[in-house]
């Protein structure tokens, strides 16, 4: 408004374009709201796997730090199965293992059967890791690829530019503005796809390998319990004692004169 003030009072006409972002995208067309939209989705993608994927590892978690006593205390681990939720990875775990502690009959000797239980359990643990890992592969496509198409928008943003001032045969401000600032906008708009992006599945795949300590842990501890007949199994704290209901005087008894 200042400048139109400005340019009023020296009896020249105003500048009639305007800068911003809806005028670069604007001039950079279709090609230029199609790059937009490929970052917004990926953008979106991203967030939506991590806000999903981080709730899932937290309930994995839970699942085992509340089960995990309470399924070792019990008599059997039939019993302790039932301690955890039923479509929990560590009940998927366990009822694994009972199944191929149930077909150890077949095998020839107890080498192949400890073998066969070895092998259930580390395929159900492969299967669990599996499932947590889904949805990183985007964010590291995104992370891998936001910048690069970002740059593309730069890339046209300034061939668009350099075209203007060709046809214009002079480098001024209105005829390259535009184009250079849609250029801009693209490289920014692509860094701040890419950035939360790696962080995201950086962060993710650091609680996954924790959480793919804990799987094999237990495996660990199934097939030593198994292979003993339950001679074996981890130290768990002891369930805390029920506190003793509080006493309550008896009535005092009269007095006789």
Do not use: C
Request: no cysteine; proline share 5%; net charge positive.
């Amino acid at each position: 408004m200042l400048i139109d003030i400005l340019a009023a009072a020296a009896g020249e006409a105003a500048p009639a374009t305007q800068f911003g972002f809806m005028e670069a995208m604007e001039q950079g067309g279709p090609v230029a709201w199609t790059i937009l939209s490929v970052l917004v989705i990926q953008s979106v993608g991203s967030f939506y796997v991590l806000f999903t994927k981080f709730f899932e590892q937290n309930k994995v978690m839970k699942q085992y730090s509340s089960g995990r006593a309470a399924f070792w205390r019990a008599g059997s681990i039939k019993d302790g199965a039932a301690k955890f939720e039923k479509n929990s990875a560590w009940r998927q775990l366990v009822d694994d293992a009972l199944s191929a502690d149930d077909q150890h009959g077949k095998m020839s000797n107890n080498l192949e059967a400890h073998d066969w239980l070895h092998g259930t359990l580390a395929r159900s643990e492969a299967q669990i890791n599996s499932k947590l890992a889904s949805g990183l592969p985007f964010l590291a496509t995104t992370g891998a690829t936001a910048p690069f198409v970002g740059l593309l928008g730069t890339v046209i943003g300034i061939y668009r530019a350099l075209i203007n001032i060709g046809i214009a045969g002079s480098a001024s401000i209105d005829k390259v503005a535009g184009p250079v600032g849609e250029a801009l906008i693209m490289t920014a708009i692509g860094l701040l796809v890419a950035v939360p992006a790696v962080f995201a599945y950086n962060f993710l795949q650091s609680r996954n390998k924790k959480i793919a300590a804990m799987l094999s842990g237990f495996s660990t501890d199934l097939l030593a319990n198994i292979s003993s007949n339950g001679a074996v199994k981890p130290v768990v704290a002891a369930a805390p004692a029920a506190k003793p209901a509080p006493a309550t005087a008896a009535p005092a008894a009269p007095v006789r004169k």
